[in-house]
């Protein structure tokens, strides 16, 4: 309905957003909606485009943001309108950024309106709530009625008993089966209630900002490597990401850095290429190493990485050994004992957000294990500087020596 205000304005654009393709044709989605309300009408359905035109020239067009990258479609657009339904399946930086998408001409006077609409839970739970649920501005008394308009972010909560039209004595009777959490939030509306896992605990890790990060770390890039092109899914299934987290480690005190951390869903085609840009932006100084799963298509995969993609690098496979909590254990360990350090980015609340769920079914887990493998990776190295030689010396010799491998593979 808020999309629709203003189509008998000749400049006005709408999008509405769900997370997939899937989401808005679902039985009782916007597409659905549109076309129960729309069909019959003046409007015009362009199915190509995913669009209602009307006889002013107004649109509404219906849209999804499936990957991170997806935002970036939309970088030329324009709307005066933007709606996205079950906000908590997105994460902060595709709706902050999609903010910028507000535009009109100066002498319009249609308003630009960004909407969410949302169940607690999911990705995006913490966010959301941060920024709409829990957020109190402090406004000076001379505030004006327009100046509280830009300030004041409006939640407005609604439970099942605000709906009159639905069987809510059939609709409470659903939920009988479900676990506790996803009653209270799906419910009873209730933001303070979250699923945990039992691993690690959000407030453990220490934030700190770039320029925080010591000089002298020994630095690792460690890959979680998903060789599946993305679907349209739920929270809790779907093929898993890819993932590299750059690790620092700091001896003297046996505290770890977490620099950054890059995730997708890709084919392997352009995995390749993202891994190979990410070594060049870490520099040479930064070793590498990719999970290597069991059998020959595992080794066949470290190889050709080798061989063909990151040949100019200090670069290694790992074959993981013990279950994903076993690995974790050195992880965990740094994170309760306060050593453990997180460079606040656009991805951390994310990567916080999946450390939590660890190791509850059904959640992805790929940063978790590409961290704890960088992790037990940089801790078994310890042991080379019993030789006599510096770290650095013995990086530095290794890297010679694969260069010299690779160059009688080439001859």
Known sequence: MGALQYVDQPDYAALLLRRSYADLTLPGSLMQRAEEWLAGTDARWI????????????????????????????????????????????????????????????????????????????????????????????????????????????????????????????????????????????????????????????????????????????????????????????????????????????????????????????????????????????????RIYMEEEPGASGKGLTSHYRRNILWRYMFRGVRSTGSKEVRAAVFSAAVSNHRFFVVYSPWTEAFIRECEMFPNPGWHDDQVDAVSGGMQKVKGRRRIQAVGRTVQEIEAAEHHAQLRRTMRVIA
Do not use: C
Request: aromatic share 14%; no cysteine; net charge negative.
């Open 47 to 286: 199915d190509k485009e995913k669009t209602w035109a009307f006889p002013s020239g107004a649109r509404v067009s219906f849209g999804y943001l499936a990957t991170e990258a997806d935002k970036y479609r939309y970088k030329s657009a324009e709307f005066q309108y933007i709606g996205f339904d079950e906000l908590t399946q997105f994460t902060e930086s595709m709706y902050t950024y999609l903010i910028t998408r507000l535009r009109r001409l100066s002498a319009s006077k249609i308003p630009l309106r960004m909407r969410g609409a949302s169940n607690p839970g999911d990705i995006g739970h913490e966010w959301v709530r941060r920024r709409f649920v829990d957020y109190k501005p402090a406004l000076a008394p001379e505030t004006t009625p327009a100046e509280r308009l830009r300030i004041v972010r409006p939640f407005v909560p609604a439970k099942l008993d605000d709906n009159p039209f639905l069987d809510s004595t059939e609709y409470r009777t659903n939920f009988e089966e479900v676990d506790v959490v996803t009653r209270e939030q799906l419910l009873g509306g209730d933001w303070t209630v979250t699923e945990q896992g039992t691993r690690f605990n959000r407030y453990d890790f220490q934030f700190i900002t770039p320029a925080e990060v010591p000089g002298g770390l020994h630095w690792i890039r460690y890959w979680d490597i998903a060789a599946t092109e993305p679907k349209p899914t739920s929270k809790r299934s779907g093929p898993d990401f890819t993932a590299g987290a750059k690790l620092g480690y700091q001896p003297e005190t046996g505290n770890w850095y977490l620099a950054d951390m890059r995730r997708w869903q890709r084919d392997p085609g352009p995995t390749e290429r993202m891994i190979e840009q990410v070594a060049e932006e870490d520099g040479l100084g930064v």
